[in-house]
């Protein structure tokens, strides 16, 4: 596989909607990880939230995308296929650590990791 600028939504979940656009490719799995990387890396603005274990949450909707930073050790994880009424849920949750962890989790969505806290 080459590509350059080309799409490539089917990477991170089987879509192909032109959500993302990365440089380029190759069949090496060196590449493919920095390809991965690429994809994770692009910005997503979170905000603030009241929770003891949630620090911040961002949703990209076009892409249905959520992003969690985690309070305690913050690390934070993208979450792929996510509907937008999921993540109004996890916004009006009376305890969106609890909702976290006993209704969002258990809905196994695709996930990585963005990046490390420190």
Known sequence: MRCTGESVGRFLGGRDDGGFRLASCSDSSDASDKW???L???EMRRIPVR???IA??????A???LEIEFRASGDVYRYFEVPEDEYGALLAA???GTYF???FKERNYR????SRGT
């Open 101 to 103: 962890n006993r209704v």
């Open 111 to 114: 996930y990585r990791l963005v």
């Open 51 to 53: 929770s003891t274990s």
């Open 40 to 42: 994770i890396d692009l």
């Open 94 to 96: 009376d305890s969106r």
């Open 56 to 61: 911040s949450i961002g949703y990209l909707a």
């Open 63 to 65: 892409e249905r995308e």
């Open 36 to 38: 991965q990387a690429s």
